[in-house]
């Protein structure tokens, strides 16, 4: 059972403009929900993160936006730059983390 | 300072055999999860060790087993091993057993072949 899903398996932006990627989740009980990045041949490295107490965290280029009502989070990066090109997973937390199945983004020079 | 480190890094196995994979936690975690990741596919919970005794576990038939030592390194054992066990296997630590933000290893990409 997929608790989080990612419903884009792939997302093309050009660089310079905002990238969105969206995330769904089913279960009521997770309290922490994170970004990772993969590159190839790496393992996840973690982008950033929120709690179900919030509704935004801001790191930079990077912004989580937790909307608890309809289960759904986002991540939105601007600008979006080339070395940005990788998979992103989406992941909450309960005892352990569930993660969705990726969106691959490409940033077009 | 080491981060998480697995090895090796790539194997190839034949169905009916074992394998050990092994991994060395970021330094300060005590905390070891690991993870399968099929082709396409976000990374699978398989178990969770923290002072050298599994303390969750995901979906995964008893075939998957683990231990972690007291420096907190662990090891994953998966026995008969299946042409749907390749995989890569991801190593994450974390702080404490409810740590939530676990930093993940570079992988130990199976083939069973």
């Known amino acids: 059972d997929q608790q989080v899903k990612q419903n884009s398996p792939s997302l093309s932006v050009q660089e310079g403009r905002i990238s969105i990627l969206n995330c769904d989740y089913t279960n009521s009980m997770f309290d922490y929900f994170l970004w990772y990045k993969k590159y190839p041949a790496e393992g996840p490295t973690f982008l950033i993160s929120i709690s179900s107490i919030k509704d935004k965290n801001e790191d930079g280029r990077f912004t989580v936006f937790l909307n608890k009502s309809a289960k759904h989070l986002s991540l939105h990066i601007v600008p979006s730059q080339p070395g940005d090109s990788a998979v992103y997973f989406c992941a909450a937390y309960d005892y352990k983390l569930s993660f969705g199945a990726g969106t691959t983004v490409t940033v077009r020079a | 300072d080491a981060g998480v480190t697995q090895s090796p890094t790539h194997l190839i196995k034949t169905r009916g055999q074992q394998v050990t994979l092994r991994c060395s936690p970021k330094s300060g975690h005590d905390t070891v999860s690991w993870y399968q990741q099929a082709l396409g596919q976000g990374p699978q919970f398989i178990f969770q060790?923290?002072?050298?005794?599994?303390?969750q576990r995901g979906n995964f038939p008893d075939r998957f087993s683990g231990h972690q030592f007291p420096n907190y390194s662990s090891e994953l054992n998966v026995n008969a091993l299946l042409l749907g066990d390749s995989a890569l296997y991801l190593c994450?630590?974390?702080?404490?057993?409810?740590?939530?933000?676990?930093?993940f290893g570079q992988g130990t990409r199976l083939t069973v072949v």
């Open positions: 060790y923290y002072e050298e005794e599994e303390r």
């Open positions: 994450a630590s974390s702080l404490g057993q409810g740590g939530s933000e676990a930093f």
